[in-house]
């Protein structure tokens, strides 16, 4: 019975790291103040986002329209990161504070039991529940984790000797990836929460940023000085991402799927892509914008939302169609899903190819926050059945 069911995805075929004329974002500014933006988290739907500059943590509720300053020491600030529902957040500095954490998005912080030192990176699983930190200062370095909202942190195993850049965590926080930056070290996974690690590649770069894919697997690293690689199996192989050649890549991001992506230059350059960087488009800010020095990128679940930080935080909006994912059994029920919270999708299905067969289904999608996929559950009937998203 299986077998016989197929789904029906859409799909743009083009060559391996080619830049074409995909459809060009509008970027416009955000009522952020001027500081210096390292790191941005939006939620999932790209509403609520936490921001840390140079002296505060800046909050958003209405996707950067207006911002507010947090109750938090006025440290330079370095990473953050946020919960899907953008309610549990965690902060580091970039040295000597210790990591603060909010359970109410942001309207009270705490410090956390972790040291005080310099906070490179910072990944959330989905729920808030597990949170893995890059940690460095003049006496050790290490991967830290954290299974209580980032109050309480531990070391791991993975190797004090490496100096960690950059953290990525996958949508339930059991797999994360790590990679050093200088010169020395290469990519680490662990599989299980970071009880253990290994180093699944030995390439050695400046890696200055790292983002995953929900389950952990789909990766864009990004070697300052030098090019941008993609993975499909959690880092383990790279490939070029087939990006003009530029000194100063510096930020990633990726939705949920992995499928649509976005990095960013400290000489000014933002490209974008809709198909896991099979294709880039070029994105400038409106004519007469200086060119900016981006220091960070982030995305909302599905990707239809950026935000991106130099001295100001600029944000681009499109209306992006979801990609269905593979389809998945349990039983004989069968799981539909794609990235974000897009419930304002119907799902369809037809026993065959004749066009005016499509039967709009009951069932309606709903938000797994642990996975960062809008899902629908069905259980079909008929030997064979071709299924596709429609907006109402």
């Known amino acids: 019975m299986k077998g016989k069911y197929l789904l029906l995805l859409f799909a743009m075929l083009a060559s391996l790291g080619t830049v074409s004329s995909l459809p060009a974002r509008t970027w416009t500014r955000t009522g952020a103040p001027l500081s210096t933006w390292s790191s941005i988290a939006p939620s999932a739907d790209g509403v609520k986002i936490a921001a840390v500059g140079w002296t505060n943590i800046f909050l958003s509720t209405n996707a950067g329209a207006t911002w507010t300053a947090a109750n938090v ?10 919960s899907a529902d953008g309610t549990r957040l965690v902060a580091g500095t970039w040295k000597n504070g210790p990591i603060y954490y909010s359970t109410n998005s942001g309207a009270n912080w705490a410090a956390s039991d972790a040291p005080g030192g310099y906070w490179g990176s910072i990944a959330s699983s989905a729920d808030g529940t597990r949170m893995v930190a890059a940690f460095t200062d003049g006496g050790g370095r290490g991967i830290l984790v954290s299974t209580n909202f980032g109050a309480n942190w531990k070391v791991t195993s993975a190797p004090l000797s490496e100096w960690w850049s950059c953290v990525a965590c996958s949508a339930d926080g059991n797999r994360l990836i790590a990679t050093s ?38 990766l864009v690293l990004v ?20 990006l003009p050649a530029d000194n100063g890549w510096f930020a990633a991001t990726s939705s949920t799927d992995g499928t649509r992506l976005a990095v960013a230059s400290l000489n000014g350059r933002l490209y974008t892509s809709t198909n896991a960087g099979a294709a880039w488009e070029s994105n400038s800010l409106p004519a007469g914008v200086p060119a900016q020095q981006w220091e960070s990128i982030a995305s909302s679940a599905d990707g239809s939302r950026l935000f991106a930080g130099s001295g100001e935080i600029w944000t681009s909006l499109v209306n992006l169609s979801p990609i269905l994912s593979s389809p998945a059994w349990s039983g004989n029920s069968l799981m539909l899903s794609w990235a974000g919270p897009a419930t304002n999708f119907l799902v369809q299905q037809n026993s065959g190819l004749d066009p005016s067969g499509w039967v709009t289904l009951t069932n309606e999608p709903a938000y797994n926050s642990a996975s960062g996929q809008s899902e629908v559950t069905l259980s079909p009937g008929g030997n064979c059945g071709f299924f596709r998203l429609i907006k109402p």
């Open 181 to 218: 930056r200088a010169y020395a070290g290469g990519i680490y996974a662990s599989t299980n929460g970071g009880s253990s690690w290994t180093e699944i590649n030995t390439m050695s770069a400046n890696w200055y940023s790292l983002t995953a894919s929900s389950d952990g697997t789909r």
């Open 73 to 82: 020491p006025p440290f330079i600030w370095q990473s953050i990161a946020s």
């Open 223 to 242: 070697n300052y000085g030098g090019a941008v690689y993609l993975s499909t199996n959690s880092g383990s192989t790279l490939s070029p991402a087939g």
